[in-house]
């Protein structure tokens, strides 16, 4: 039941936060103005140095199961790219895996924990192998190269996945997304670009605002 809790409250919240950083330090920062802006959804990429540390103190600070609004968050691990790596980030905290390809032993692990995985994928081939696996949500990646149409496209022969598409998602054409079918987005630079260059991290709480509300937007829009 816990994996399919924690699926129904990523979707429910719809918008993933996909932080990127320098160090361990910089992007526990981002994720915490990005939860202060209303992104409940966290993935530290793996390719933040020290990422499993940020992992582990974010996992400590938040909680998907809480009922205290200020410390509910979904804190998930991103670009992950083989079993270890996974199961590394598992131990560490992660409630959720992302990948930025479908790698079938990486799936086989998270099914046996029973942690949610979102592997990367550009086909329907590679959407059909994801299913055949027993992925719930995959990530359409990179967004950018797709219009939001592809969504519909690739559920015509394949109705029961549920995408997730990842890069080049922006305030501008999130409504476009959604509408388009997509279950939920992710948002990665267009998030901390700002605060990067002007190393004041409010920037991200106020972007994520922005996003949240343009997320709220949508939905009610459907």
């Not at 605060?195 to 996003?211: I, L």
Request: hydrophobic share 45%; aromatic share 4%; charged share 20%.
């Amino acid at each position: 039941m816990k994996k399919l809790e924690l699926i129904q409250k990523i979707v429910e919240n719809g918008v993933v936060a996909v932080l990127r950083a320098d160090s361990a330090e910089q992007v526990i920062q981002m994720a915490e103005q990005a939860i202060a802006g209303g992104i409940k959804v966290i993935e530290i990429t793996l390719t933040v140095p020290g990422a499993l540390h940020a992992i582990e103190v974010l996992s400590r600070t938040y909680s998907w199961n809480t009922k205290d609004e200020k410390r509910f968050a979904i804190i998930g691990a991103g670009t992950v790219l083989e079993p270890q790596t996974a199961r590394a980030a598992i131990m560490a905290g992660s409630s959720f895996i992302v990948g930025p390809s479908l790698n079938p032993d990486t799936v086989k692990l998270c099914n046996l924990y029973r942690v949610p995985i979102m592997p990367g994928v550009m086909t329907i081939a590679e959407v059909q192998a994801a299913l055949e696996l027993g992925v719930d949500v995959v990530k359409l990646f990179p967004g950018s190269v797709y219009d939001p149409s592809i969504i519909k496209t690739m559920k015509g022969p394949l109705p029961q996945a549920n995408f997730m598409p990842t890069g080049g998602v922006s305030l501008s054409n999130l409504g476009e997304w959604i509408q388009g079918g997509a279950v939920a987005v992710g948002i990665g630079s267009d998030l901390t670009k700002q605060a990067v260059e002007t190393r004041d991290m409010s920037h991200v709480r106020r972007k994520a605002e922005e996003y949240m509300e343009a997320y709220r937007k949508a939905i009610l829009s459907k």
